[in-house]
């Protein structure tokens, strides 16, 4: 018997994964039934794909071979080709088995029993290995790799069928149902009050650094609280530690303000400017002094403070040697004083600070008696006391028990033993200013005792819109879809089993609108439970080194390990522009999880990914335009359309201004930048290009003019404000008033667009003359230039890395970005394009995630992250690397979803038929018209 040829290389096309693109998370697997079971949005894949290649890269990849149906299904001519070459019991294999159209469970176990019966009937072939000729040495060395191929390829095959995008995105549903169940019944049980936790609970996620239960804790600094405390009058009773709480919370207020005076008196401080009035006042003990106190501002419905800090036992323990009848006089005294506190809670913010613990060790002698063991007897007889001041109803009193905690973890630090350090006495006044002004000022980074924002009008009308969606979609799902399903069983003539007909009904447009939409506000609907509604938890991000390398180290390992061998060759090709995407966008999205933005070198490398983006688009519009000569309006909107269409939803849904997802707005303008100018007069195009040099002069000349125009904008501030101030498009480029973030975005990366776009022009032209060589294993130019390029490239990357680790001030680094980013994008290019090993393989790891970077970087806002990227969403609390792990597994799904629904719509949306088209734009351009009435009745409503 001789032996079957070898299979398939690596660079030919995977049967099973649809469009040639293998990944980690694999496409949906075949069906036997019809294909709308197997994937509800029939694409129409040859113009999507024709649009999405034009939009990065300006050059159409292959789609793959076989019908457009046998590419859904995850088949076609490259599966035949394959069973063709590895014989017929392998073809057979690969025919019946999951890849195939019949494929199911026993399919797969078929694939396998054949492999292990064609490698039993090899193994009396083995004995050519010992023959010294050439061609049997030869088979026998290859023998095992085309086992471990086989092996491989049908492997994947069982894999891809038991778990493919489809069955992931289902178990995503179902985790997310379950994790809300869990947290709505966690709340009604354990109470809904985010101001409790950030008073009774918390740990250290590191030094200085103190995160609440649940919810994030905002860091005030002098002007907002100030804004906050305006004509408010705060007062501070009790002890020395009441008086170390008190120098804290006004140092918040006026960091210059020093702790002088003295100890055992009352303490003044007032702010005229802001009308802030903070008192400490000296009473130690609880007993009839602090009584009195208390009394005079329960019966004056004027004077009193607006907030009341009190607690006091220390003293009493040490006046009294810690006797047991000093604590049942405490109980006593504290008993006569509650209804007073009770009746200033009704009107005024009222807090008991229980006693933090002692460090026995450090105290001094006359200090012995005051042992843990009795500040926990006063801390109990005050709980009990102050929470049954009041009958069949809540106390208003709030207990302040969180620095126990605190001081748990630095009582250490102490100087005496008694006194906290000031680094705890900072993080417990920081509470209680988050306590009073978070529902004040609302910040977005200080989620704990805000309540839930009120909807506006366009969320109502989105959530209107997105129920009818769904309801019209179920009521056309029911009545019309299900009469033209006829599924009649009949029976396999070879098998004896039941199969139900293939029939291929063609799926509308009107359906494919409405079940895209149903997703999408599902989708929505979990977007807005995730950063607007209180439901799943939220916390600080917190940098330590590992927390970025460690998972970046885990990334790059699997992205070498998923390698596959490119289609084609070129520079810059499809496969390996969507590796470069999906990298530098996990590298972003861990650089954003782990807070690695206060680590200066990480940061300027991450701007470097930013820019890169740009350049890509710089490249990819200018390689369309020039190469296609295509200028038509078709190809505007399709484009438009992908970039902005789940930033305009969110924009609606989630309330925040289009600006807020700077990149989109940014690489939108760039679109148009690049657009006007190469389709303006006179268009110039590779065509018309080659018949004379004189047109190469012609559009280097339009550079040059694009390039004044960006310096002139970048060093005239007034200038660039004044163009997007301009009605409308300041409701676009506003951002808390002005379009001030705007510009600095813009000009941190003003220049990478035009040399993306000057380097796409010198590569087409250098290909064009054929001065490249981009065959498979060649390198790009020849040896000795190409050796010095690559040197030159390596030192190049290594200097910028160098000099962007060396930063000591980021203002400084961020003049100079601008001006010499390119040095490492262009050094990162050529030593990824010149080898010609290096341009012939790329990661399907990396690649599949830059297929949907887009939609990965604008999720990561409102269901990765929290409070708008400024937290964490904590989804399973208590155990931050499992968190992680679903929270991230649920968002990669949403984003694939998102992504085939922008797909999906863009077809309706944007038809090809000129008409149509029109008619679509003017529909789209009133649909505006209502956004900006509305917006405008709601900027007035919240004035």
Same mark, same amino acid.
């Given at each position: 018997?001789?032996?079957?040829?070898?299979?398939?290389?690596?660079?030919?096309?995977?049967?099973?994964?649809?469009?040639?693109?293998?990944?980690?998370?694999?496409?949906?697997?075949?069906?036997?039934?019809?294909?709308?079971?197997?994937?509800?949005?029939?694409?129409?894949? &040859? !113009? *999507?794909?024709?649009?999405?290649? /034009?939009?990065?890269? #300006?050059? @159409? =990849? +292959?789609?793959?071979?076989?019908? %457009?149906?046998?590419?859904?299904?995850?088949?076609?001519?490259?599966?035949?080709?394959?069973?063709?070459?590895?014989?017929?019991?392998?073809?057979?294999?690969? &025919? !019946? *088995?999951?890849?195939?159209?019949? /494929?199911?469970?026993? #399919?797969? @176990? =078929? +694939?396998?029993?054949?492999?292990? %019966?064609?490698?039993?009937?090899?193994?009396?072939?083995?004995?050519?290995?010992?023959?010294?000729?050439?061609?049997?040495?030869?088979?026998?060395?290859?023998?095992?790799?085309?086992?471990?191929?086989?092996?491989?390829?049908?492997?994947?095959?069982?894999?891809?069928?038991?778990?493919?995008?489809?069955?992931?995105?289902?178990?995503?549903?179902?985790?997310?149902?379950?994790?809300?169940?869990?947290?709505?019944?966690?709340?009604?049980?354990?109470?809904?009050?985010?101001?409790?936790?950030?008073?009774?609970?918390?740990?250290?996620?590191?030094?200085?650094?103190?995160?609440?239960?649940?919810?994030?804790?905002?860091?005030?600094?002098?002007?907002?609280?100030?804004?906050?405390?305006?004509?408010?009058?705060?007062?501070?009773?009790?002890?020395?530690?009441?008086?170390?709480?008190?120098?804290?919370?006004?140092?918040?207020?006026?960091?210059?303000?020093?702790?002088?005076?003295?100890?055992?008196?009352?303490?003044?401080?007032?702010?005229?400017?802001?009308?802030?009035?903070?008192?400490?006042?000296?009473?130690?003990?609880?007993?009839?002094?602090?009584?009195?106190?208390?009394?005079?501002?329960?019966?004056?419905?004027?004077?009193?403070?607006?907030?009341?800090?009190?607690?006091?036992?220390?003293?009493?323990?040490?006046?009294?040697?810690?006797?047991?009848?000093?604590?049942?006089?405490?109980?006593?005294?504290?008993?006569?004083?509650?209804?007073?506190?009770?009746?200033?809670?009704?009107?005024?913010?009222?807090?008991?600070?229980?006693?933090?613990?002692?460090?026995?060790?450090?105290?001094?002698?006359?200090?012995?008696?005051?042992?843990?063991?009795?500040?926990?007897?006063?801390?109990?007889?005050?709980?009990?006391?102050?929470?049954?001041?009041?009958?069949?109803?809540?106390?208003?009193?709030?207990?302040?028990?969180?620095?126990?905690?605190?001081?748990?973890?630095?009582?250490?630090?102490?100087?005496?033993?008694?006194?906290?350090?000031?680094?705890?006495?900072?993080?417990?006044?920081?509470?209680?200013?988050?306590?009073?002004?978070?529902?004040?000022?609302?910040?977005?980074?200080?989620?704990?005792?805000?309540?839930?924002?009120?909807?506006?009008?366009?969320?109502?009308?989105?959530?209107?819109?997105?129920?009818?969606?769904?309801?019209?979609?179920?009521?056309?799902?029911?009545?019309?879809?299900?009469?033209?399903?006829?599924?009649?069983?009949?029976?396999?003539?070879?098998?004896?089993?039941?199969?139900?007909?293939?029939?291929?009904?063609?799926?509308?447009?009107?359906?494919?609108?409405?079940?895209?939409?149903?997703?999408?506000?599902?989708?929505?609907?979990?977007?807005?439970?995730?950063?607007?509604?209180?439901?799943?938890?939220?916390?600080?991000?917190?940098?330590?080194?590992?927390?970025?390398?460690?998972?970046?180290?885990?990334?790059?390992?699997?992205?070498?390990?998923?390698?596959?061998?490119?289609?084609?060759?070129?520079?810059?090709?499809?496969?390996?522009?969507?590796?470069?995407?999906?990298?530098?966008?996990?590298?972003?999205?861990?650089?954003?999880?782990?807070?690695?933005?206060?680590?200066?070198?990480?940061?300027?490398?991450?701007?470097?990914?930013?820019?890169?983006?740009?350049?890509?688009?710089?490249?990819?519009?200018?390689?369309?335009?020039?190469?296609?000569?295509?200028?038509?309006?078709?190809?505007?909107?399709?484009?438009?359309?992908?970039?902005?269409?789940?930033?305009?939803?969110?924009?609606?849904?989630?309330?925040?201004?289009?600006?807020?997802?700077?990149?989109?707005?940014?690489?939108?303008?760039?679109?148009?930048?690049?657009?006007?100018?190469?389709?303006?007069?006179?268009?110039?195009?590779?065509?018309?290009?080659?018949?004379?040099?004189?047109?190469?002069?012609?559009?280097?000349?339009?550079?040059?003019?694009?390039?004044?125009?960006?310096?002139?904008?970048?060093?005239?501030?007034?200038?660039?404000?004044?163009?997007?101030?301009?009605?409308?498009?300041?409701?676009?480029?506003?951002?808390?008033?002005?379009?001030?973030?705007?510009?600095?975005?813009?000009?941190?990366?003003?220049?990478?667009?035009?040399?993306?776009?000057?380097?796409?022009?010198?590569?087409?032209?250098?290909?064009?003359?054929?001065?490249?060589?981009?065959?498979?294993?060649?390198?790009?130019?020849?040896?000795?230039?190409?050796?010095?390029?690559?040197?030159?490239?390596?030192?190049?990357?290594?200097?910028?890395?160098?000099?962007?680790?060396?930063?000591?001030?980021?203002?400084?680094?961020?003049?100079?970005?601008?001006?010499?980013?390119?040095?490492?994008?262009?050094?990162?290019?050529?030593?990824?394009?010149?080898?010609?090993?290096?341009?012939?393989?790329?990661?399907?790891?990396?690649?599949?995630?830059?297929?949907?970077?887009?939609?990965?970087?604008?999720?990561?806002?409102?269901?990765?992250?929290?409070?708008?990227?400024?937290?964490?969403?904590?989804?399973?609390?208590?155990?931050?690397?499992?968190?992680?792990?679903?929270?991230?597994?649920?968002?990669?799904?949403?984003?694939?979803?998102?992504?085939?629904?922008?797909?999906?719509?863009?077809?309706?949306?944007?038809?090809?038929?000129?008409?149509?088209?029109?008619?679509?734009?003017?529909?789209?351009?009133?649909?505006?018209?209502?956004?900006?009435?509305?917006?405008?009745?709601?900027?007035?409503?919240?004035?």
């Amino acid at each position: 018997m001789s032996a079957p040829p070898p299979p398939p290389p690596a660079a030919a096309r995977d049967p099973v994964t649809p469009e040639g693109h293998r990944g980690p998370v694999t496409p949906e697997p075949p069906a036997s039934g019809p294909p709308l079971e197997t994937q509800p949005l029939l694409r129409q894949e &040859a !113009a *999507g794909e024709e649009e999405e290649e /034009g939009e990065e890269t #300006g050059v @159409r =990849g +292959a789609s793959g071979t076989g019908t %457009a149906e046998q590419r859904r299904r995850g088949w076609g001519e490259a599966a035949e080709a394959a069973g063709a070459e590895e014989g017929p019991e392998a073809g057979g294999a690969a &025919a !019946a *088995g999951p890849g195939g159209p019949a /494929g199911g469970a026993g #399919g797969g @176990r =078929g +694939a396998w029993r054949r492999l292990l %019966a064609w490698l039993r009937r090899r193994q009396p072939q083995r004995g050519p290995c010992a023959a010294p000729l050439p061609r049997s040495a030869a088979l026998c060395c290859h023998g095992g790799t085309k086992m471990a191929a086989l092996a491989y390829t049908l492997g994947k095959r069982e894999i891809n069928h038991y778990f493919s995008v489809r069955s992931a995105k289902v178990l995503a549903l179902a985790a997310v149902l379950l994790l809300a169940g869990c947290h709505l019944a966690s709340r009604r049980y354990r109470g809904n009050d985010s101001c409790e936790y950030l008073l009774s609970s918390g740990r250290f996620l590191g030094e200085k650094v103190w995160q609440p239960h649940s919810c994030m804790m905002h860091k005030y600094k002098y002007n907002e609280a100030k804004n906050c405390l305006v004509d408010k009058h705060i007062a501070f009773v009790g002890d020395s530690r009441i008086r170390q709480l008190f120098y804290s919370f006004v140092k918040i207020i006026n960091p210059q303000f020093k702790e002088e005076g003295n100890k055992h008196e009352n303490i003044p401080f007032e702010d005229k400017i802001a009308s802030v009035k903070v008192d400490f006042l000296w009473h130690p003990e609880v007993n009839g002094s602090m009584k009195q106190c208390i009394k005079v501002w329960a019966e004056d419905s004027v004077a009193k403070p607006h907030v009341i800090v009190a607690g006091a036992a220390t003293w009493s323990i040490k006046i009294h040697n810690g006797s047991n009848e000093a604590l049942s006089q405490y109980r006593m005294n504290i008993t006569s004083i509650a209804p007073l506190l009770e009746k200033l809670a009704k009107t005024s913010d009222v807090y008991w600070v229980l006693q933090d613990p002692v460090y026995e060790d450090l105290l001094s002698e006359n200090r012995k008696m005051i042992t843990n063991e009795k500040i926990d007897a006063y801390n109990e007889a005050a709980v009990s006391v102050l929470n049954s001041s009041t009958r069949n109803s809540k106390s208003h009193v709030k207990m302040f028990s969180v620095s126990k905690l605190i001081a748990q973890e630095t009582i250490m630090e102490s100087l005496d033993g008694l006194h906290l350090p000031e680094s705890s006495r900072e993080t417990s006044a920081m509470i209680l200013m988050n306590v009073y002004c978070n529902k004040i000022l609302k910040p977005v980074d200080g989620s704990c005792c805000q309540p839930r924002p009120p909807l506006t009008l366009m969320q109502k009308l989105a959530a209107c819109f997105f129920t009818l969606s769904i309801v019209g979609y179920l009521i056309f799902y029911i009545i019309y879809r299900n009469a033209h399903r006829k599924n009649k069983p009949c029976t396999d003539l070879e098998s004896g089993e039941e199969k139900k007909n293939i029939i291929n009904t063609p799926v509308s447009p009107l359906e494919i609108l409405l079940q895209s939409l149903c997703k999408l506000g599902l989708i929505m609907a979990y977007f807005y439970m995730c950063d607007r509604a209180n439901l799943f938890m939220k916390e600080n991000k917190f940098y330590t080194h590992s927390t970025f390398f460690i998972p970046i180290i885990y990334i790059l390992v699997l992205g070498v390990f998923y390698n596959e061998n490119t289609k084609e060759t070129k520079v810059l090709n499809r496969e390996q522009t969507d590796e470069w995407k999906g990298w530098m966008q996990l590298v972003i999205l861990i650089y954003h999880i782990s807070g690695a933005s206060t680590f200066l070198p990480v940061y300027m490398h991450v701007r470097v990914l930013v820019a890169a983006y740009l350049f890509q688009t710089g490249y990819g519009h200018f390689s369309y335009f020039w190469v296609k000569g295509d200028f038509g309006i078709h190809r505007v909107c399709q484009v438009l359309f992908r970039l902005n269409f789940l930033v305009v939803v969110l924009c609606i849904v989630m309330d925040r201004p289009y600006q807020f997802y700077y990149f989109v707005p940014l690489v939108t303008v760039w679109f148009m930048v690049i657009y006007v100018t190469l389709a303006l007069w006179p268009q110039i195009i590779q065509k018309k290009a080659n018949g004379s040099c004189f047109w190469h002069f012609g559009l280097l000349l339009k550079l040059a003019f694009l390039l004044l125009c960006i310096c002139f904008l970048a060093y005239s501030q007034g200038a660039f404000e004044k163009i997007f101030s301009l009605w409308p498009l300041s409701k676009c480029f506003e951002l808390k008033g002005n379009v001030y973030e705007w510009w600095f975005r813009w000009r941190l990366d003003r220049y990478v667009v035009f040399h993306g776009m000057l380097f796409a022009f010198t590569y087409l032209t250098l290909q064009k003359r054929q001065i490249l060589s981009e065959g498979k294993g060649e390198p790009l130019f020849s040896n000795k230039i190409s050796n010095v390029l690559l040197f030159i490239s390596v030192v190049s990357f290594l200097t910028y890395s160098i000099w962007a680790s060396s930063c000591k001030n980021k203002a400084e680094c961020n003049e100079l970005h601008p001006s010499v980013s390119v040095v490492q994008i262009l050094a990162f290019i050529l030593i990824r394009n010149i080898p010609g090993y290096a341009r012939s393989v790329y990661s399907s790891f990396f690649a599949w995630f830059g297929k949907i970077s887009l939609e990965l970087f604008t999720c990561q806002y409102h269901i990765w992250l929290a409070a708008d990227t400024r937290g964490i969403l904590v989804l399973i609390p208590g155990n931050p690397m499992l968190n992680i792990i679903v929270s991230t597994f649920i968002f990669v799904c949403v984003a694939h979803e998102i992504s085939q629904i922008t797909n999906d719509l863009a077809q309706i949306v944007i038809p090809k038929d000129n008409s149509s088209l029109l008619k679509r734009l003017a529909c789209i351009a009133a649909f505006f018209c209502g956004l900006l009435i509305l917006s405008s009745i709601q900027d007035k409503s919240r004035y």
